[in-house]
């Protein structure tokens, strides 16, 4: 009896342990500056892209509430983490950005999976970010913009608008026509407080839609006043938040909200590659004709005077002479809650990495017609064919020799219609400027701005050259050509960063742009722009979202090149192009890939700002915020954010700073929404351009990560050959092709149960061993495999 009972019980803890094995979390290899990475199974394995993709999706949306991505509406956070200061000065705001990339990967996901409902659930969401209160301003036959001079210090706000300046808006009419039955815009605010954090909600919790830069060039992230986008003068004082930004002696209960066209134009980007996939949504395809439609508010002059050299702050507003045809960097509008009034302003300002060309070529394809034939009000066909051969001939005039694109134009110089500079290079009137909008720091300095912006001339020259248009193509080819050269040339790749620390990889991070360079003035024909210099002052290894981005246009340039996985078709850079992006993206699968999604420790010396920033309040306001901060002159950052300090992970940093003085080595490891969506789009493009490629697994931070220089398309692990019949097939139990978590279960069961022992191919491959029998040591193999601790067998 006691005998029989032993070997229950040896049996009940083998079983246990054999179940253990399949159950418990796989840890992959991969350490990020020695935590672990993930150790959660992937739900839909990683063996293909696709896979890897689902897998992602399911972290990053499925759970995405659980994972702290969405909020419980489904709102997705500028990032998972909270402290964070960059264009959001809170982790869990949202922004336009994150909500088009909810929509660009949902349109990812319809593709690879077939329509799922994905798409119109995510632009839906989307849909929170269209501001309901907008009384009658459709319904206004002018909005008026009054002219006030733009400066470049905070200190030198508020400035008094100038009566009887005004501008009009040439195309409200025609929109207020096509759209009557509505209320507003059919735009994106900007940027919203998900979980009404600051209060000016009310303090219930509730979405709330806030704004935050208003005062010039150089007021940072560090300097702004955040403000209710609804101002009823509950906040502030008697003159309500707005007093801080106007002289007027008693502000209107008043809306006023601003858009970043970038943000639509991702989104109705998505759309139309639902169209050409064949996944599309018709009534999600006609809301993108009307946003596309309603996007060329951008496409004006602020206070829509003349675009021209000679232009001056007391002219008048010009009509369609005011139209620049580029994605500038904002069209703002408002009015009186009670409805008597409205205002809208345009921007004088454009940069090259606000424009989307792959966009422009949607709004006017006849082919794929679901948005172009959504467009109800006249003149959007003919602005939009204007505005895409002008931001491609924008691109063209800005184009370094070495091949990154440089800043952008203006109407305005220096927001105030001066005299241009004797000598300044122009582009149909405008004059270049290195940094448009903001200085602090310069807006096209960081390398985001290059890889967002030529990711959508690379889609392009793919569609066009799919499409049989060979002028687009071409004209896309020449300037991808050169940056892709580029770009391949300067990753790094094994080398340390300038603490000494070895980096797998790593790319450009910062350009600094030479203070005497600019392009040669538009002649309506691409130069060399030898003079248009730069330097690459700073590299980088943890932006996941940039990284991906790069990788993500490579792709693309490299299908349109011809490229096939296994081959020497294609050109040579596209082939490198291809081999570089798929490096990229295997290495930061196995080297950051989490728990919640794929990420990599990173520092912020500028956070100390928080601490130390002035924020420039005028001395004659003083008030109050939704939660009590005091606003006075001679705040710092912090002092209108003392609720921060109730954040664990805040309360780290500022014991950091205050022993250290600094926050330069503070280690935070960000899942920004838009960095993982990123990620995913190029995880999907991989499957989409190139399904026959499979994933190389085995990258871990200690190793030599090389890409192949020969001149065959990298297909990876799996090779292109089938195994001949009988041949074992090692790992793939079940048989079906692919090693996964599947194969695990189904070998532990088989050890567990005599009655469902493998037998003939399935027992071959379960010897992962190679010796001869299957048992534990097989299983315990299998799942080192499996965790990316072994890359072979």
Same mark, same amino acid.
């Given at each position: 009896?006691?005998?029989?009972?032993?070997?229950?019980?040896?049996?009940?803890?083998?079983?246990?342990?054999?179940?253990?094995?399949?159950?418990?979390?796989?840890?992959?290899?991969?350490?990020?500056?020695?935590?672990?990475?993930?150790?959660?199974?992937?739900?839909?394995?990683?063996?293909?892209?696709?896979?890897?993709?689902?897998?992602?999706?399911?972290?990053?949306?499925?759970?995405?509430?659980?994972?702290?991505?969405?909020?419980?509406?489904?709102?997705?956070?500028?990032?998972?983490?909270?402290?964070?200061?960059?264009?959001?000065?809170?982790?869990?705001?949202?922004?336009?950005?994150?909500?088009?990339?909810?929509?660009?990967?949902?349109?990812?996901?319809?593709?690879?999976?077939?329509?799922?409902?994905?798409?119109?659930?995510?632009?839906?969401?989307?849909?929170?970010?269209?501001?309901?209160?907008?009384?009658?301003?459709?319904?206004?036959?002018?909005?008026?913009?009054?002219?006030?001079?733009?400066?470049?210090?905070?200190?030198?706000?508020?400035?008094?608008?100038?009566?009887?300046?005004?501008?009009?808006?040439?195309?409200?009419?025609?929109?207020?026509?096509?759209?009557?039955?509505?209320?507003?815009?059919?735009?994106?605010? *900007?940027?919203?407080?998900?979980?009404? *954090?600051?209060?000016?909600?009310?303090?219930?919790?509730?979405?709330?839609?806030?704004?935050?830069?208003?005062?010039?060039?150089?007021?940072?992230?560090?300097?702004?006043?955040?403000?209710?986008?609804?101002?009823?003068?509950?906040?502030?004082?008697?003159?309500?938040?707005?007093?801080?930004?106007?002289?007027?002696?008693?502000?209107?209960?008043?809306?006023?909200?601003?858009?970043?066209?970038?943000?639509?134009?991702?989104?109705?980007?998505?759309?139309? *590659?639902?169209?050409?996939?064949?996944?599309?949504?018709?009534?999600?395809?006609?809301?993108?004709?009307?946003?596309?439609?309603?996007?060329?508010?951008?496409?004006?002059?602020?206070?829509?005077?003349?675009?021209?050299?000679?232009?001056?702050?007391?002219?008048?507003?010009?009509?369609?002479?005011?139209?620049?045809?580029?994605?500038?960097?904002?069209?703002? *509008?408002g009015g009186a809650l009670d409805g008597t009034w409205s205002w809208q302003i345009g921007c004088s300002h454009a940069h090259q990495f606000y424009q989307n060309v792959l966009m422009a070529y949607a709004a006017v394809d006849k082919k794929y017609d679901g948005i172009s034939s959504n467009m109800k009000a006249s003149g959007a066909l003919k602005d939009w064919e204007q505005s895409l051969d002008r931001q491609l001939e924008f691109y063209e005039w800005l184009q370094s020799n070495a091949g990154p694109f440089a800043g952008g134009a203006t109407n305005s110089w220096k927001g105030r219609y001066e005299k241009y500079p004797s000598g300044i290079s122009t582009f149909y009137?405008?004059?270049?400027?290195?940094?448009?909008?903001?200085?602090?720091?310069?807006?096209?300095?960081?390398?985001?701005?290059?890889?967002?912006?030529?990711?959508?001339?690379?889609?392009?020259?793919?569609?066009?050259?799919?499409?049989?248009?060979?002028?687009?193509?071409?004209?896309?080819?020449?300037?991808?050509?050169?940056?892709?050269?580029?770009?391949?040339?300067?990753?790094?790749?094994?080398?340390?960063?300038?603490?000494?620390?070895?980096?797998?990889?790593?790319?450009?991070?910062?350009?600094?742009?030479?203070?005497?360079?600019?392009?040669?003035?538009?002649?309506?024909?691409?130069?060399?722009?030898?003079?248009?210099?730069?330097?690459?002052?700073?590299?980088?290894?943890?932006?996941?979202?940039?990284?991906?981005?790069?990788?993500?246009?490579?792709?693309?340039?490299?299908?349109?090149?011809?490229?096939?996985?296994?081959?020497?078709?294609?050109?040579?850079?596209?082939?490198?192009?291809?081999?570089?992006?798929?490096?990229?993206?295997?290495?930061?699968?196995?080297?950051?890939?989490?728990?919640?999604?794929?990420?990599?420790?990173?520092?912020?010396?500028?956070?100390?700002?928080?601490?130390?920033?002035?924020?420039?309040?005028?001395?004659?306001?003083?008030?109050?915020?939704?939660?009590?901060?005091?606003?006075?002159?001679?705040?710092?950052?912090?002092?209108?954010?003392?609720?921060?300090?109730?954040?664990?992970?805040?309360?780290?940093?500022?014991?950091?700073?205050?022993?250290?003085?600094?926050?330069?080595?503070?280690?935070?490891?960000?899942?920004?929404?838009?960095?993982?969506?990123?990620?995913?789009?190029?995880?999907?493009?991989?499957?989409?351009?190139?399904?026959?490629?499979?994933?190389?697994?085995?990258?871990?931070?200690?190793?030599?990560?090389?890409?192949?220089?020969?001149?065959?398309?990298?297909?990876?692990?799996?090779?292109?050959?089938?195994?001949?019949?009988?041949?074992?097939?090692?790992?793939?139990?079940?048989?079906?092709?692919?090693?996964?978590?599947?194969?695990?279960?189904?070998?532990?069961?088989?050890?567990?149960?005599?009655?469902?022992?493998?037998?003939?191919?399935?027992?071959?491959?379960?010897?992962?061993?190679?010796?001869?029998?299957?048992?534990?040591?097989?299983?315990?193999?299998?799942?080192?495999?499996?965790?990316?601790?072994?890359?072979?067998?």
């Amino acid at each position: 009896m006691v005998l029989k009972k032993t070997k229950k019980a040896v049996a009940f803890a083998l079983s246990l342990s054999l179940l253990a094995a399949v159950a418990s979390p796989l840890t992959a290899s991969a350490k990020v500056n020695g935590v672990a990475g993930r150790t959660l199974p992937e739900k839909f394995g990683d063996d293909t892209y696709k896979n890897m993709f689902n897998s992602l999706y399911d972290d990053v949306i499925t759970n995405g509430t659980k994972n702290g991505y969405l909020s419980d509406k489904g709102i997705p956070y500028h990032s998972v983490e909270t402290v964070i200061v960059e264009a959001p000065d809170y982790g869990h705001e949202t922004t336009s950005e994150a909500m088009s990339y909810l929509v660009w990967i949902a349109a990812m996901k319809d593709n690879l999976d077939g329509k799922s409902g994905e798409l119109a659930k995510a632009w839906k969401t989307m849909e929170t970010m269209i501001p309901s209160v907008q009384t009658k301003f459709m319904s206004q036959t002018s909005p008026s913009a009054t002219y006030s001079d733009e400066w470049e210090e905070p200190d030198m706000y508020p400035t008094d608008m100038v009566n009887g300046n005004t501008g009009l808006n040439p195309i409200h009419k025609d929109l207020s026509a096509a759209y009557s039955s509505d209320e507003g815009l059919y735009l994106l605010h *900007w940027l919203a407080d998900v979980d009404d *954090w600051y209060g000016f909600g009310g303090g219930n919790g509730g979405f709330t839609f806030i704004n935050t830069f208003q005062r010039g060039e150089q007021e940072s992230c560090f300097e702004t006043i955040p403000q209710g986008c609804i101002e009823e003068l509950k906040y502030g004082n008697e003159r309500g938040i707005k007093g801080i930004f106007t002289t007027e002696e008693k502000p209107a209960e008043q809306y006023a909200y601003t858009n970043a066209p970038d943000a639509e134009a991702r989104a109705i980007q998505g759309v139309y *590659w639902a169209e050409r996939w064949g996944v599309e949504d018709s009534s999600v395809s006609a809301l993108a004709g009307k946003m596309t439609d309603q996007l060329r508010n951008d496409m004006f002059d602020k206070y829509y005077k003349k675009i021209s050299e000679t232009t001056t702050k007391n002219d008048t507003s010009a009509g369609y002479d005011g139209a620049h045809y580029l994605m500038a960097w904002y069209t703002s *509008w408002g009015g009186a809650l009670d409805g008597t009034w409205s205002w809208q302003i345009g921007c004088s300002h454009a940069h090259q990495f606000y424009q989307n060309v792959l966009m422009a070529y949607a709004a006017v394809d006849k082919k794929y017609d679901g948005i172009s034939s959504n467009m109800k009000a006249s003149g959007a066909l003919k602005d939009w064919e204007q505005s895409l051969d002008r931001q491609l001939e924008f691109y063209e005039w800005l184009q370094s020799n070495a091949g990154p694109f440089a800043g952008g134009a203006t109407n305005s110089w220096k927001g105030r219609y001066e005299k241009y500079p004797s000598g300044i290079s122009t582009f149909y009137g405008m004059a270049y400027v290195a940094h448009p909008v903001y200085a602090d720091p310069g807006s096209n300095g960081w390398i985001g701005n290059q890889v967002w912006s030529t990711q959508r001339i690379a889609e392009l020259y793919y569609a066009a050259k799919e499409d049989g248009n060979t002028e687009i193509a071409n004209r896309c080819k020449v300037m991808l050509d050169k940056w892709v050269g580029w770009f391949v040339d300067n990753l790094k790749w094994n080398e340390p960063n300038k603490k000494g620390v070895k980096l797998p990889f790593a790319m450009p991070s910062v350009l600094a742009w030479d203070e005497n360079a600019q392009p040669d003035k538009w002649t309506g024909t691409k130069s060399d722009n030898k003079n248009l210099t730069f330097k690459i002052s700073d590299y980088g290894s943890s932006d996941v979202g940039c990284l991906s981005s790069l990788s993500n246009t490579l792709l693309w340039y490299a299908a349109a090149e011809g490229v096939a996985p296994g081959t020497s078709d294609g050109s040579a850079l596209g082939i490198e192009a291809y081999n570089v992006a798929k490096t990229l993206i295997d290495a930061m699968w196995c080297c950051y890939r989490d728990d919640i999604g794929v990420s990599h420790t990173e520092t912020n010396g500028s956070l100390k700002r928080i601490f130390e920033q002035d924020v420039w309040v005028p001395k004659t306001y003083e008030g109050k915020m939704p939660k009590g901060d005091t606003i006075k002159n001679g705040i710092k950052f912090i002092d209108i954010r003392t609720n921060y300090r109730e954040d664990p992970t805040f309360q780290e940093l500022e014991a950091y700073y205050k022993e250290h003085g600094d926050t330069e080595d503070f280690e935070l490891n960000y899942h920004r929404f838009w960095h993982i969506g990123d990620y995913l789009m190029a995880v999907g493009t991989m499957a989409t351009l190139f399904p026959d490629a499979v994933p190389t697994k085995g990258y871990t931070l200690e190793d030599e990560i090389a890409v192949p220089k020969d001149d065959v398309a990298m297909k990876g692990e799996g090779g292109s050959t089938d195994p001949e019949p009988g041949e074992a097939v090692l790992g793939d139990v079940d048989e079906n092709g692919t090693v996964d978590l599947s194969d695990l279960s189904m070998l532990a069961i088989s050890l567990l149960d005599s009655s469902q022992a493998l037998t003939g191919q399935a027992l071959k491959n379960a010897d992962v061993n190679s010796s001869g029998k299957v048992d534990l040591s097989d299983l315990a193999r299998l799942r080192q495999y499996l965790s990316h601790n072994i890359d072979k067998f």
